[in-house]
């Protein structure tokens, strides 16, 4: 018997009674246990530490609880701020950038500085914050935070390096945006109302510069006072006192009049030279009621004034409906001479603005588009047509559309899965979109090289599945499958049925697919499977349906002797084809009058029906209630299409179904699967004690699936119990898991110490199930198709079947599951299973591969399905037979030669915590075992000698949604649901975080701004001495002196390590920047001198007309003017 020679990278060998424990992270390193085996293992690990790092990658979906927004109308991108204190920017297509404020505080308000790659934050925390965009990751440059005033509104002039900060006491402050240091020149409240008012004005709601005279200032107070301040006279030009409370300001781009938006669903409008009484007040939606008074309406929140060339201004606002209108969804009002269109919202508005061609405030606005900012979605609509249609949105906003209940991701696709489901999701989508393009392009974009396809799978509360293209960082649409057209249309339930119906009976709870075959399986929350197969074609097709009990009394006493009376498996082939209605005998189905209510929650079409081309529903299964109690949750999936089988588990047992003869083959308790071999002594359960609570959990609506606070997580394990409502800690009760090493084959331990929900009722949910070639049994010569079979206790069964290879045999004679008595140990929960061959490559699962089974063939010709196999033997001549079998639980991982059965290494994760998914993935030309604890921590190890590679504390507070979301793939990359509308994709490979840089999008590029139209000499000699107005002699330390320290704090920006990696990105990089730069500044001496010229020759014209006047009127007498 030969020693297992250790010729692995930096394994540090411990004895294999004890393990160096840490908290996070378990043993330091796996533990080799002494094993016999057949031949000598060489297995060379080239992965390292140096070959991982986590970093954030690109986050999707629509800004989850947005609050505010802000364009750059020169570099065409836009910004939106969220509550939770994130920026998302986005241009063109690739463009998409997220950033965060690290305080968390809520985004108040956005300022572009137009086409100078900046953006300016002010936050609920009354933080203003200045971001750098000229970089592909955005970083803080300087922060200015405000201790003694609140921040309500802010305002930054086009071209300017000052901005305007109103607060809540009604003063106006300037910031310098070079240094972000306050100016000494005030505004304050008292000096810009008059002395003998009497009341507080309230905060500052508008600040704008007019467009006639950039010196003067608009200020307007929350309750009605609007003020028009000289900044070079430091005094008021006019005082407005209006008796209701205003939300908004526009102006006319000439700077004559403006308009005014008021609580009282009203429009004022305003001309400079008559500022006692508005000279128009309209009421756009209040009608006059019988009495003659106006009916109420609802306040306006927000108005755009907008001038054109050749057509009426638009007049753009959201609200003014009237209160008697009730249910009324939320609108958007677009005014155009006298036609007034509303158009409807499906969600509450929270900001719009007006895309107009020019940047600047004193010329013909032109407004082409405007985007409105919903609660939950972004929409951008054409003002160049007169219906008023809106863009198509290049953006995956809708991944929300239904809530999202599960996810998966995959890697590695085959190339041409990609372009057919694009093509087939093509012809389902809406229309009626305007004819131009997007209006938000701006940024630029390149496929990188480091690309392969992949693909993000989302299941969602309508029962919908939605597959994105997740490839080079961007996420597109391919193709949406609504799972719930496979039943009749549920009926309205009464009384005690209608409290267990769920919400969302279509539910979906986990997708297993195989992109090889094109096969998807489906599981839904009303405990059934649809089995799909795609096509390209559309047909006629009828489902089949299966009907499955899964119920076990739980009144008995269970014990090892109990155990022995029983059969271990049910007689191979004993279950006849179960058909629609046609119930097959189950464990512990009870009395006969348990079949008066198996009736499934949902019902299956019992009728042809016609599908169209992509994924058509083959074969349904469903769990039957009984004795009144809904089925339990299905708890584990896997479907393998080369053996044509699908297996699943719950809380009860464990049923295999052969698909292509659509026949149950297995069917019985998790108890029964044991046979003599049963690891735990069942204690008495009291009778019907849990009854209530077990059909309350599981029927109790759809909005305990995915909610964030005090809802159960509904998965295999049930490992988390509860959340608290401030989502800061969960609350775990775990069962108790053998902690000994040496009693790990000391089958007789008790359980009645553990306090877990899965102890108390003695039921033991199957939590994994993986087929593949293995050995069943210790003395197999040959690997055959086995079903590995994983539970909420720890245990792990391998379930040896015999297939039929020839096709015809196989659609004719049943499939035989004979039972091995293989049983083996972990702690916590199984989660996953893998197999690698004797060189510790990952051994695919077999498949079949894909044949379109609507396609027209030779009738005569046999179609014959063609299968690709994996097996380790085969495959490795010089390694002689076994394989390695990777299998991880909530606890530990361990690593076996099969088929002895020895366990070569075994690695205690965590301690303190649980593993909530674990995988085996691809990284670096190698394989490594991934995994994500409850606490928040991603850790990779080595395999097979399952060193730790890396342990990352990634999120400190993980709250349930990122549990049940959470999924591993290849290449390093990971994704969660990080808010209910978006998904965030991280990787944990060092190689793709330096490629990071190059595989995003550029927010800024180098535009020329556009020049200024030229006003005409009479318009700008007597039109105001805008251009003459230096803010600089007014702002600057030297005329206003400093600003008060005490008022502001200035915070230096904190690039980090995220920043200094953007700084110093390479040669490449510093070369491009500087070419930028050096083009940059080119243009500016460029703009400069023709800056020059154009004063020089304005100059020399007014010289001149000058001269000519001078000359008319030099003989004039006084009364001849």
Known sequence: MKKFRKVLDGLTTSSPGGTIGSPSCGSAAGTPTSAPTPKEIDIQETLVSENFQLCKTVRHGFPYQPTSLAYDPVQKILAIGCRTGGIRILGGPGVDSYCQHESGAAVLQLQFLINEGALVTACADDTLHLWNLRQRRPAVLHSLKFNRERITFCHLPFQSKWLYVGTERGNTHIVNIESFVLSGYVIMWNKAIELSTKTHPGPVVHLSDSPKDEGKLLIGFESGTIVQWDLRGKKADFRIYYDEAIHSVGWHHEGKQFMCSHSDGSLSMWNLRNTTKPFQVTYPHGKIQKDGRKESCKPILKVEYKTTRNSEPFVIFSGGLSYDKAGRRPTLTIMHGKAITVLEMDYPIVEFMALCETPYNNEVQEPYAVVVLLEKDLIVVDLTQSNFPVFENPYPMDIHESPVTCTAYFADCPPDIIPILYSIGAKHKKTGYSQKEWPVA????????????????????????????????????????????????????????????????????????????????????????????????????????????????????????????????????????????????????????????????????????????????????????????????????????????????????????????????????????????????????????????????????????????????????????????????????????????SRENSFSRSRSSSVSSIDRDTKEAITTLQFGESYGRKGDALPTPCLWVGTSLGVVLLIPMSIPTDHEERMEETVTIGPSGTVLMLKGSVLHFSFLDCLGALIQSPHEVWRDPNASEDPDRVRKRKLVHFSASSSQDNCGEGHLAVVCSEKQAKVLLMPSQSCLFVHNITESSFVLQADVVSVSNSVCLACFCANGHVMTLSLPSLRPLMDVNYLPLTDMRIARTFCFTNGGQALYLSSPTEIQRITYSQEMCDNLQEMLGELFTPIETPEAQNRGFLKGFFGGNSHNFDREELFGEAAAGKGSRSLAQHIPGQAGMEGMKVAASGVVGDLARARIALDERGQRLGELEDRTALMMTSAETFSKHAHELMLKCKDKKWYQF
Request: proline share 6%; aromatic share 8%.
């Open 442 to 741: 701006g940024g630029t974009w390149t496929l990188g090289s480091h690309t392969y396809p992949e693909i993000i799978v989302t299941g969602h509360a309508d029962g919908s599945i939605k597959f994105w293209d997740a490839s080079a960082i961007t996420l597109q649409m391919l193709y949406k499958l609504k799972t719930s057209k496979a039943f009749e249309k549920p009926k309205p339930a009464e009384g005690r049925a209608a409290e267990l119906v769920e919400e969302d009976p279509f539910a979906v709870q986990m997708v297993s697919w195989c992109p090889q075959s094109r096969i998807f399986c489906v599981v839904g929350i009303s405990a059934h499977i649809i089995l799909y197969r795609f096509s390209k074609y559309d047909a006629n097709t009828q489902i089949v349906s299966l009907e499955v009990r899964l119920q076990c009394e739980a009144e008995d006493v269970i014990s090892p002797s109990d155990n022995e009376n029983n059969p271990c498996f049910s007689e191979s082939g004993s279950h006849s084809p179960q058909t629609h209605q046609q119930h097959p005998a189950s464990p512990g189905s009870g009395t006969p009058e348990g079949n008066k209510d198996s009736i499934p929650c949902i019902k299956v079409k019992d009728r042809m029906v016609r599908v169209p081309p992509g994924y058509q529903a083959e074969l349904v299964i469903q769990l039957l209630s009984v004795d009144g109690e809904p089925p339990q949750q299905i708890t584990s999936l896997d479907i393998n299409s080369a053996y044509g089988l699908l297996a699943f588990g719950n809380c009860n047992g464990l049923a295999v179904v052969d698909y292509l003869q659509k026949t149950i083959l297995l069917c019985m308790s998790t108890l029964d699967l044991y046979g003599a071999a049963d690891p735990y002594q069942r204690l008495t359960r009291s009778p019907r004690r849990n009854r209530q609570s077990t059909s309350e959990v599981c029927m109790r609506g759809l909005s305990n699936f995915y909610s964030d606070s005090k809802k159960r997580i509904r998965t295999s394990y049930q490992s988390l119990t509860e959340l608290s409502d401030n989502q800061q800690s969960i609350d775990m009760e775990r069962s108790k898991s053998p902690t000994s090493e």
